[in-house]
């Protein structure tokens, strides 16, 4: 597609329930990251996904979250019996291959979640 | 010592004026800059990259990096009120690994008053 696109653009749901929120890269972009972004707070890192090699998880703050990518293509980021502290802005982005360090990231206009 | 910092601001100057934001890093590392502007309530944008020392000019968006002391900065010549905005500064640290990954600043906020 022309740009990174999320879905939902907003999600409230109620603490303990599952969420799943989806990423549709750039077509072409082989690397796809997932950052959190909560109130008035910077970007943090959760997860990041090359290809076919193993995604680099480092950032993911707990067992509750894990996230999927098949290929090159859509990416889901699943959050288990959710929390209050779980909401946020969930942003997908996606960018060419890494072999070049130069290329920045193209981000999604995300996904506010909402615990309550 | 955090990975990227920033003054969080809020940076106010005058229409016209020129915007200095500064950003500073901890890995000597670090080989790729970026630079993102965040409307409120919108996704961060990216408006500049800068990779070898020295200026790089973009329209009214100058980016300066000196590797020696771990610093970039981002000068916005003749503000606007458009400008408004969050500024990020990101940092890559390379190849390998996890150092695909960009680290961000919190970023600093600009005001531009008419």
């Known amino acids: 597609g022309a740009g990174v696109s999320q879905s939902p653009s907003n999600k409230v749901t109620e603490k303990g329930k599952d969420v799943e929120l989806r990423c549709d890269p750039i077509?072409?972009?082989?690397?796809l990251y997932w950052y959190r972004q909560r109130l008035g707070q910077g970007l943090e890192f959760l997860i990041y996904?090359?290809?076919?090699?193993?995604?680099?998880k480092s950032g993911l703050p707990s067992d509750r979250f894990s996230a999927e990518r098949t290929g090159e293509s859509v990416s889901t980021l699943t959050i288990q019996r959710t929390q209050q502290e779980d909401s946020a802005v969930y942003l997908c982005?996606?960018?060419?291959?890494?072999?070049?360090?130069?290329?920045?990231?193209?981000f999604g206009s995300g996904t506010r979640l909402t615990v309550v | 010592q955090k990975e990227v910092e920033q003054n969080s601001g809020p940076l106010s100057v005058p229409e016209g004026a020129i915007a200095s934001l500064n950003c500073t890093y901890s890995?000597?590392?670090?080989?790729?800059f970026f630079w993102y502007r965040q409307y409120s309530g919108k996704s961060p944008e990216l408006i500049m990259s800068i990779y070898s020392n020295g200026d790089k000019e973009d329209g009214r968006f100058t980016a300066q990096l000196n590797k020696a002391s771990q610093y970039v900065s981002l000068l916005i010549r003749d503000s606007q009120p458009s400008d408004s905005a969050t500024y990020l500064c990101?940092?890559?640290?390379?190849?390998?690994?996890?150092?695909?990954?960009?680290?961000f600043g919190k970023g600093t906020l600009l005001t531009v008053n008419p």
């Open positions: 077509s072409g972009h082989t690397a």
């Open positions: 990101a940092v890559k640290k390379g190849r390998g690994g996890s150092n695909y990954k960009l680290t």
């Open positions: 982005a996606s960018s060419l291959d890494q072999l070049w360090t130069g290329y920045g990231y193209t």
């Open positions: 996904f090359q290809g076919n090699s193993a995604p680099d």
């Open positions: 890995d000597r590392g670090s080989q790729s």
